[in-house]
């Protein structure tokens, strides 16, 4: 078999993956499978951080069907780890199990587990790489964010019409985006607050929106994300607003230093609230790596989930911290040209000047159309 001959069994491996996002952090989401002769034999995926690897959980259900693991093929999304951590390395129970070939999509980045592929090699093992591997490397690209650049995963999500309109004239937005839609951008905020991440909004946002920036989808027991506000106005502590009255040890927010120095911020602390000082970046405009360190740094936030409108998505995209842009499309046409627009304030006089995304996957929801871009480029500090 040629490498095109597995990228059928490896977008199986990418399926099972997706099964444990999430769940597995700080570890990536892998998935594996077991093939001979074509034909899948058996399957396994990293569920959950401490539990048993991919490469694993597929020579388990391998062994539950009775299935003899020598001489067969395993597909699986990262390098086999060559390090004894949690769990015992894989690349021994892949030796083990008689395995004589390994395909895989990407290569380990963390140093402490790479070495799989070499490791193999010499035992004998035929290592195929590279198997869709930038289908792999989006899968992955969360954990190479936390390997490579000392800040969260940051995700930025919004609604628009066909025509790149958030909200109308008058700024009602409520609802372009179907219940489908809204449904799962609730799972995703239930997602990201498992893993201890924060819903980030403007303070615009939160000033005409009065959001709560929780997860309804989630019982009571399940975490909820931070709510960070990144503002140049600080409300008052006795504020009619929801993050204030109703979770504000969850709430943070993000100014500039004199006001997280003002009276209005030390009365904000005394409520539970956090207010974080964020100086301006070297070339003007937010600190948008000074934050994501912080938040990273001081909290232990893996992922950032911006909802915050416009104006700060486009300065995410400018700055290169966007790195994956979730944009659901309504199938309705407002067609007015002083309707809130998607992204404005650029003016570009070439089209060599604008700000290019790659396409890495379309579908329906709802009716519908959700489509998710990633970087053209490597992502800043890369």
Not at 165 to 182: N, P, V, Y
Request: with cysteine; aromatic share 4%.
């Amino acid at each position: 078999m040629t490498e095109p001959d597995f990228a059928p069994f490896m977008r199986e491996a990418l399926r099972l993956a997706e099964l444990g996002r999430w769940k597995t952090y700080p570890n990536p989401a892998v998935g594996a499978v077991l093939m001979r002769d074509g034909r899948i034999l058996a399957r396994g995926y990293h569920h959950a951080a401490g539990k048993a690897h991919a490469e694993i959980e597929c020579l388990k259900d391998a062994a539950a069907q009775g299935v003899d693991p020598r001489g067969c093929t395993l597909v699986v999304t990262l390098e086999p780890c060559n390090h004894q951590g949690k769990t015992p390395p894989c690349t021994q129970a892949i030796l083990d199990a008689g395995i004589s070939r390994v395909v895989m999509g990407l290569a380990d980045p963390n140093p402490l587990a790479a070495g799989g592929a070499a490791r193999l090699r010499q035992a004998g093992v035929e290592v195929i790489e590279h198997v869709c591997e930038q289908e792999c490397r989006d899968m992955l690209a969360d954990f190479l964010i936390w390997q490579r650049l000392d800040r969260p995963y940051v995700l930025l999500k919004m609604a628009a019409t066909l025509d790149g309109r958030i909200a109308t004239r008058k700024g009602q937005s409520q609802w372009i985006s179907s219940e489908d839609s809204r449904r799962e951008v609730h799972k995703l905020r239930a997602d990201i607050g498992l893993c201890g991440g924060a819903v980030l909004v403007g303070g615009g946002t939160f000033r005409a929106d009065n959001p709560r920036l929780t997860a309804r989808s989630t019982s009571a027991a399940d975490p909820q994300p931070l709510a960070c506000v990144l503002t140049s106005r600080l409300p008052m502590p006795d504020a009619d607003f929801h993050l204030l009255k109703d979770r504000p040890d969850h709430t943070i927010f993000l100014a500039s230093p004199a006001a997280a120095a003002s009276t209005t911020a030390q009365a904000l602390r005394q409520k539970g609230v956090r207010v974080l000082a964020l100086g301006p970046a070297p070339r003007g405009g937010p600190d948008f790596l000074g934050m994501f360190q912080t938040l990273r740094r001081e909290l232990n936030c893996p992922y950032v989930l911006c909802e915050g409108g416009g104006k700060l998505g486009l300065a995410l995209l400018e700055a290169g911290f966007v790195d994956e842009f979730r944009l659901h499309l309504s199938p309705m046409i407002l067609g007015d040209n002083d309707a809130h627009p998607l992204f404005s304030g650029r003016a570009p006089l070439d089209l060599s000047e604008a700000l290019r995304l790659r396409v890495s996957s379309m579908g329906l929801c709802g009716g519908d159309i959700h489509i998710t871009l990633r970087p053209a480029a490597p992502a800043a500090g890369d």
